[in-house]
């Protein structure tokens, strides 16, 4: 085996050994289960109707066919076994670090900086995020793809140079791969404009074509990017992804920017407070500002005047700072001052900068072998230690937020998340705190005041529960969830006129996006399984559970749970047993913790018995933040 092949097995075979105990790890819920444990046209894996679903939704504010079809095919192949999940992720990651290896070796015919580059990518710690978090499924994609794309170019442009005509081919493929890329995420935009940089060094093409024909040469690519953007935001602001600048202004973009970069900057050097929520800071120093755009400025003029001598330094510090460009929070998504997974592949920019200056300057001090092998072992070791213990932080919800909270300040995003993972363990003493913090620091947030709401109530705290829920309405009124949480709370307090108008709002709402089969679930729930007779609508009921299946596409228990009682209150018990039946078959363990006592009213039905009278109603399906 020849010595490029040799290195490039060790740097996957190591990078394997090192995310391995990911494969261990739970779903999280953040975005897990709306990408994946929750998403009904992913979690029954491919088929017709889905892969189309695939294409034509914008579901969680993101357009990624690609990444969805690749989370179908995990749930085909291996269902809703997290590990599994967790290993494709890995598997990705070590072929990303292969491919990155033999790109730069194939760019720059330099073997120990193309591996130490490759290293420094696959085992340094900022990249935990993208590899141990599911959900970042689109980046350890798109960024194989992206690498895809510059290999293929690579090539492509090496036999121009003779004019050979398998140049055609090897274009046309770096297009369909850039194209996949930006199908499993968008953040590939700023593609082409590397793939200029990469012109200029180390391809050297500048020297023998004309700027406009270089250009002219990524028309191609640009249109892509372009149509990419514009779905890609489409999505964003019909998912309410996109904050406006009413929310985050212009100015506090624009200071956020180069803090931001800096920060990246020190997080690659000292990765000591890593974690997956950097909350927006309420205000940002004018020296803050003024000392990371010095920063930003003085490292560009060094890479500028350096670009004859140097040209790897501009060229690695422009693919950073470009490949950031989409996510730097000019268009503010979501409501992070920065993110790990960003720096997944623009962290190659910088690498390339600080391999290159480090073997420049151990040529000019005549350093030997044995010093710089040493030197270089010992960082790639840190490297990996400092990744294993950031690894340990994401095995489940709880730890993951709980060290978010730990390492930064004021992060109502963390506190909300936790409260969350606490109340699904049914936890609701110790997620009653978190949730109350979380609204202290953003009480504005209407999801939190929901979800307190939720716990109160199961706490029967009753009055309390309703004060949440009526500021919820009060933040959001078109929001249904905390009026059907208020008309529960207010029928248990025997205010029954004032639970049917909540009641009354809840279905109007629900009205007005029939597509969610949760809402008319919970709907449906509510009115089959009350006891009190003024709550009770048995017909409603059985139209709302119908409807619920049939936006389910029959493959929910939870909907054939509610349709068994809606049928058994009608006294239609035959219908009642087949959807008890279906709802069992069809649960998981964790699903039949939320369906009891479901096997009991399978009984009541099968002997024509009436459950309602037996049955503990609890809380509707709630859908948490």
Not at 400 to 415: G, M, P, Q, Y
Request: neutral net charge; glycine residues 4%; charged residues 15%.
């Amino acid at each position: 085996m020849s010595r490029p092949r040799l290195i490039a097995l060790l740097l996957a075979l190591i990078t394997l050994a090192v995310f391995l105990p990911a494969s261990r790890f739970t779903f999280l819920n953040y975005d897990d289960n709306e990408y994946i444990t929750e998403n009904d046209f992913v979690k029954h894996g491919l088929t017709p109707a889905d892969i189309g679903e695939a294409f034509t939704t914008f579901h969680a504010s993101n357009w990624h066919p690609l990444t969805w079809l690749s989370h179908m095919t995990d749930c085909t192949l291996f269902g809703l076994n997290p590990g599994a999940h967790h290993l494709v992720n890995i598997l990705f990651h070590a072929a990303n670090t292969m491919l990155l290896f033999g790109l730069l070796l194939r760019l720059t015919e330099k073997l120990w900086p193309a591996a130490l580059i490759a290293a420094l990518f696959a085992w340094h710690p900022l990249h935990v995020e993208s590899v141990a978090w599911i959900s970042e499924r689109k980046d350890v994609l798109s960024t194989f793809f992206a690498l895809l794309t510059l290999l293929a170019y690579a090539k492509y442009a090496g036999e121009i140079k003779t004019q050979n005509p398998k140049s055609k081919k090897f274009y046309a493929m770096a297009v369909i791969f850039f194209a996949l890329g930006l199908l499993a995420k968008p953040m590939l935009v700023t593609l082409p404009f590397t793939l200029l940089l990469l012109d200029f060094w180390p391809m050297q093409r500048f020297n023998n074509s004309t700027v406009r024909r270089l250009v002219c040469e990524k028309i191609p690519f640009f249109a892509l990017a372009a149509t990419s953007c514009i779905v890609t935001f489409i999505a964003q602001k019909n998912g309410e992804a996109v904050v406006s600048l009413a929310n985050v202004s212009l100015s506090y973009r624009l200071e956020n920017a180069p803090v931001a970069v800096v920060n990246y900057i020190l997080n690659f050097f000292w990765p000591a407070h890593l974690c997956a929520i950097y909350p927006m800071p309420e205000a940002i120093s004018a020296m803050q500002v003024v000392l990371s755009v010095s920063v930003l400025v003085l490292i560009t003029l060094a890479g500028w005047r350096g670009r004859k001598s140097k040209p790897y330094f501009l060229i690695g510090w422009l693919w950073f700072l470009g490949t950031l460009v989409p996510v730097i929070g000019l268009v503010q998504v979501g409501g992070t001052a920065m993110a790990d997974r960003y720096t997944y592949i623009s962290s190659i920019g910088f690498f390339i900068v600080l391999v290159f200056l480090a073997a420049e300057l151990a040529q000019k001090l005549s350093l030997p072998k044995q010093f710089i092998t040493g030197f270089s072992a010992l960082i790639l070791a840190a490297g990996i230690c400092a990744t294993e213990f950031q690894l340990q932080f994401w095995r489940d919800g709880e730890t993951l937020f709980c060290h978010a909270i730990a390492v930064t300040r004021n992060n109502d995003v963390a506190l909300g998340n936790l409260g969350i993972a606490l109340e699904k363990q049914g936890r609701f003493d110790e997620a009653l705190p978190v949730y109350r913090e979380a609204v202290k620091l953003a009480p504005g947030r209407f999801q939190l005041h929901n979800n307190l709401g939720n716990v109160l109530d199961k706490l029967s705290r009753h009055v309390e529960s309703l004060a949440e829920y009526r500021e919820a309405i009060r933040l959001k009124p078109d929001f249904p969830l905390p009026h059907l949480g208020a008309a529960k709370v207010l029928f248990q307090l025997g205010r029954d006129a004032e639970a049917v108008a909540e009641l009354n709002s809840f279905t109007s709402l629900i009205a007005l996006t029939p597509e969610n089969w949760e809402l008319l679930n919970a709907a449906a729930y509510f009115l089959a399984a009350n006891k009190n007779a003024a709550a009770r609508d048995d017909r409603t009921a059985l139209k709302l559970a119908l409807q619920a299946n049939e936006l389910a596409q029959h493959r929910q228990p939870a909907p054939f749970d509610v349709l068994g009682m809606a049928l058994a209150n009608i006294g239609d018990f035959t219908n009642a047993v087949t959807c008890a039946q279906n709802a069992l078959t069809l649960a998981t363990a964790a699903q039949m913790k939320q369906l009891e006592p479901l096997e009991q009213r399978l009984v009541l039905y099968k002997n024509h018995q009436p459950w309602r009278e037996s049955f503990r109603t609890t809380n509707a399906p709630k859908k948490n933040d």
